[in-house]
């Protein structure tokens, strides 16, 4: 043999003996272009955590997979987005935790009031034994559960007046989520609790047809509800999650390398996104101020206040999900 086929040889049986044959990157990562809808603008923290994520695709996958953001809708509504990637016909959506949890039920937890109160505490819900459970609840459900971004504190507008106490809410008709704990909970304030789908929200203020609504700050000025609103109060009565799922259908079609791939860069634009969010809300609050929106803070007493008046609705709404998660509600346990 001479030395030329000898380390040709040589080279190969290297390759393959580490299991690294010229074939495999081809084998492991196949070009494809997966499908990902939101409801979010591609502007909004939301939205650039999206992007974050197909650009982390695209560079380790050595561009063969690409991930084709879908915004503000324009794959349909929540309920037909959740359905298609059941289907498989989508490959991701990212929605807020109240559609999704009519999914998986444990994700209801999501929007009770006082179940955190900072950004930390959040991370520790989301990141830890509680969090990744509800996530592995969609593996029945023909879905994936992949991570959690933000979408930050609740914050309480209206068209009022300014709302610096607990008592200054009462009779407010407040815009709600289609979520009976969130009904119930902007009933304890004494409001008029609406409910109401998003897209009927910017006219229902515009009309007067309700005082006011409950959104995170980036919710708040990605909709411009600003435009449509005189009074904003930082009451943080409730945290806001969206939830990154993926199709059970299409995760059973990738190799190993490839699901490795997707599941390190989601968990990384999700760190992106959560930074990314809590870092705008002070540039989004002073830019809504400087168009005429009056911001106040809610004192500690009154948080106080409200967190006594919610304390039955979250035990009512606790009952409806798995005991360990409720008792670690209750508990404030999130290790």
Do not use: C
Request: proline residues 4%; hydrophobic residues 40%; aromatic residues 6%.
């Amino acid at each position: 043999m001479n030395y030329k086929n000898l380390m040709s040889l040589l080279v190969t049986t290297a390759l393959t003996a580490t299991g690294f044959s010229a074939y495999a990157a081809t084998d492991e990562v196949k070009q494809r272009t997966l499908k990902f809808g939101h409801l979010s603008t591609n502007e909004s923290p939301l939205g650039q955590g999206a992007l974050k994520f197909a650009e982390l695709v695209a560079e380790r996958s050595d561009g063969r997979i690409q991930i084709k953001i879908y915004p503000a809708g324009q794959l349909g509504s929540e309920a037909q987005q959740i359905g298609a990637t059941q289907g498989g016909l989508q490959d991701f959506v990212m929605l807020s935790s109240t559609p999704m949890s009519s999914v998986v039920r444990d994700l209801q937890v999501l929007d009770f009031p006082g179940v955190v109160t900072t950004p930390q505490e959040a991370d520790k819900l989301l990141d830890g034994p509680i969090g990744q459970k509800i996530l592995k609840e969609f593996d029945t459900k023909r879905l994936i559960g992949l991570a959690y971004f933000e979408n930050g504190f609740r914050h309480l507008t209206n068209n009022k007046h300014r709302v610096q106490t607990v008592a200054e809410m009462a009779g407010l008709k407040v815009r709600v989520q289609q979520s009976p704990s969130s009904v119930d909970f902007l009933k304890s304030l004494n409001t008029n609790a609406i409910p109401m789908s998003w897209n009927q929200l910017y006219t229902a203020l515009e009309t007067n047809t309700v005082d006011g609504q409950e959104n995170p700050i980036g919710t708040i000025h990605m909709a411009k509800l600003n435009e449509v609103q005189k009074y904003m109060t930082l009451t943080a009565h409730a945290y806001g999650a969206h939830v990154i799922v993926g199709s059970q259908k299409v995760w059973q079609s990738l190799s190993p390398k490839e699901k490795e791939i997707i599941s390190t860069a989601v968990v990384e634009a999700r760190d992106y996104q959560r930074t990314a969010n809590r870092g705008s809300e002070e540039k989004m609050l002073s830019e809504m101020k400087a168009d005429g929106l009056i911001v106040d803070t809610f004192p500690a007493e009154e948080t106080d206040k409200m967190t006594v008046l919610a304390k039955p609705v979250l035990e009512k709404y606790l009952k409806g999900v798995s005991p360990d998660i409720a008792k670690a509600i209750l508990d404030r346990n999130y290790q």
